[in-house]
């Protein structure tokens, strides 16, 4: 035991990809069970493998933990609790006014049940291993970023409306709006519980804890942000591959690969951009990536390949403007420094 704990804290990145894929791809039969053949009992389970990312950032910095342990038992307990109650909330109006699924004192138990690895991971923040505290309290703290967490919030979306007026200007093929019977306010709130239920299920809780909290700081610290960007943009889809193929996605073409590589590295660039700019700001990353899938869901007909060009110059500038082809400065807060 003693070898293995070693080599995890020698081999921090490696670990953490290695236990990321131990836990996704091992509980990853779940999405098919449920997308294909309607087991929703296996939802923890696949809960479970998609906060894969999260889990392992937080095993591998427990393991290498050098500090004895601090804080008390209450306060992490009272915010594990706290999140937990939250998430099953945040769950239950998505369900609800989303995807119109009938309310029962059952459903509020399986759920209740089943979001317990989102309120853990949220819950680290208040961790009494230190290490694991630093890690991952950025992931709830707003203060010193709520600049950062109003640009990340509206960048993506408004990427989506500039490629719709280029389509106009074009004279291509229309956009489809999401079709919702509601307006006014009451649509803005549908837009609220996506956007939250994004957040919390799981682009920052599941996959910005590991990908960019955990991930990009260590490799930012040896390479430039550049570079890490297509380091994890190599690793990013492959993670998802259990989900596509229960989604039916043509996994075995090659062409499917390099579109989706293509077309998800701009969203690294961009996503990593925030988070350094922002000082490591996990919740500015997870920000960033529940707003833009939430757009992609009010906006399901866009015209890909005019979004994907947009968006690619809007990387391209964020590149250029930043010199993200060199290193940080080593005093940068979004760098990892061994202790």
């Not at 006014?184 to 957040?199: A, D, E, H, R, S």
């Not at 899938?293 to 060009?309: C, G, I, K, S």
């Amino acid at each position: 035991m003693n070898k293995l704990t070693d080599w995890i804290k020698q081999h921090q990145i490696v670990a953490f990809f290695v236990i990321t894929f131990m836990i996704t791809v091992g509980l990853g039969f779940s999405y098919g069970a449920i997308i294909n053949k309607g087991n929703e009992l296996l939802i923890p389970l696949a809960f479970l493998a998609t906060c894969g990312p999260a889990l392992a950032g937080i095993i591998v910095t427990a393991v290498s933990n050098a500090q004895p342990r601090q804080g008390t038992r209450k306060t992490f307990w009272a915010a594990f609790f706290t999140a937990w109650i939250v998430s099953t909330l945040v769950f239950l109006a998505n369900n609800i006014f989303m995807n119109q699924a009938p309310f029962s004192n059952g459903m509020v138990i399986f759920v209740f049940i089943a979001v317990a690895p989102v309120a853990f991971v949220i819950s680290m923040a208040f961790s009494r291993i230190p290490a694991v505290k630093r890690y991952v309290s950025s992931l709830i703290r707003l203060r010193g970023v709520w600049g950062w967490a109003l640009l990340a919030l509206v960048l993506v979306p408004l990427v989506v409306l500039l490629s719709i007026v280029i389509c106009n200007l074009l004279g291509r093929q229309s956009y489809a709006v999401h079709q919702f019977s509601a307006t006014g306010l009451v649509l803005i709130g549908l837009i609220v519980v996506k956007f939250l239920y994004q957040l919390f299920f799981f682009n920052a809780t599941g996959e910005e804890v590991g990908w960019r909290g955990f991930a990009l700081p260590r490799l930012q610290s040896v390479t430039s942000p550049l570079v890490a960007c297509l380091l994890i943009n190599l690793i990013w889809p492959l993670w998802h591959v259990f989900y596509w193929v229960a989604e039916g996605k043509p996994v075995l073409s090659p062409g499917y690969w390099g579109h989706t590589y293509l077309e998800l590295l701009p969203a690294t660039v961009i996503i990593s951009w925030l988070y350094n700019r922002s000082k490591g700001s996990i919740l500015v990353a997870g920000i960033a990536h529940a707003a833009a899938n939430t757009a992609f869901a009010f906006f399901p007909n866009l015209d890909w390949q005019v979004y994907d060009w947009t968006v690619a110059v809007v990387a391209l500038v964020l590149v250029v403007i930043d010199r993200m082809w060199k290193k940080l400065p080593p005093d940068h807060p979004a760098l990892y420094i061994s202790p």
